[in-house]
């Protein structure tokens, strides 16, 4: 491996796969073989090593890896200095932000953060938890949680501060939560040192470029379709966009081509409008990326 290649860190575990597959649709092609640390990837310039996402920021600050796949929280939680390269709005199980929440069993007195006043609170985040706790003025006994939080309470602990993206797993042991901690999302980070070397912070931002332009286009579909220049206007006022749509001259000086970008959501309803005006030719067509 020459001093110019990239080590880049994906986080083993639950978000694994869903990076590998938005690697893949960036056209990156992570590959896992069993009891190997070290994914391979179709790009010399770059190698990939498994980590969790609890360590990343610290070994990529430490420059053991130049860049890595980790969430916001737990860039928080070590304190790590790193740099941050872009967001990428994925996780798991959707695309939304995952949440730190402060929850107590459901028939817990507890109502609000102050009375947690002298309690037992579990976690992994134990960072988060106790500036969290100091925020509000709140002094309690803050244990890490080695896993299986959810089911703590009430007899290991008097509360749990544990990350969620559907509140499911809450509901089903029991559990409301009292307030959030932190919102987070997934973040594409360097170490100071690699983004400041020319080659390296170039490949970050292709890579950083392609993983946006993936998400973007994510529940977007292209649409074109032909239609006579006196219904052009109608055709417009139907059809949202991006942009403005593109508009170009056909053979017949009568009649236009329009291009256009659109949640995919909205084609059902859309495509009879268009066709009751008198568009012809309609295509629906994917899109993979969508770079701005």
């Excluded at 994914?39 to 010399?44: A, C, E, N, R, Y």
């Amino acid at each position: 491996m020459s001093n110019s290649t990239l080590k880049l860190g994906i986080p083993a575990g639950s978000l694994q796969e869903a990076t590998a597959e938005l690697f893949r649709k960036a056209g990156y092609n992570i590959k896992f073989a069993s009891r190997s640390y070290y994914p391979s990837i179709d790009d010399d310039e770059i190698e990939c090593l498994l980590i969790r996402a609890q360590e990343m920021a610290r070994y990529v600050e430490q420059g053991i890896l130049d860049a890595g796949i980790t969430g916001h929280d737990w860039v928080k939680e070590t304190g790590a200095d790193v740099h941050e390269v872009c967001e990428l709005m994925f996780s798991k199980v959707s695309r939304r932000p995952v949440r730190w929440v402060l929850c107590v069993p459901d028939d817990s007195p507890v109502q609000s953060v102050k009375d947690l006043e002298g309690k037992h609170i579990a976690t992994e985040a134990v960072g988060l938890t106790k500036s969290f706790l100091a925020e509000h003025g709140v002094s309690a006994e803050v244990e890490f949680s080695w896993g299986a939080t959810e089911v703590k309470p009430p007899r290991l602990a008097d509360a749990i501060v544990e990350v969620t993206e559907t509140g499911s797993s809450l509901r089903a042991n029991n559990l409301r939560i009292v307030a959030e901690v932190l919102q987070s999302t997934t973040r594409l980070i360097a170490n100071q040192a690699a983004w400041r070397d020319d080659s390296k912070r170039q490949k970050l931002e292709n890579i950083a470029l392609m993983l946006e332009s993936c998400l973007a286009a994510e529940g977007k579909v292209g649409l074109m379709l032909n239609v006579h220049r006196t219904d052009l206007s109608q055709v417009l006022d139907v059809l949202p966009a991006l942009q403005k749509p593109t508009v170009s001259s056909l053979s017949d000086p009568d009649w236009v081509a329009v291009n256009t970008i659109l949640d995919e959501s909205t084609v059902r309803s859309i495509i009879p409008q268009l066709k009751e005006i008198g568009a012809t030719g309609i295509v629906e067509f994917p899109i993979s990326k969508i770079i701005d």
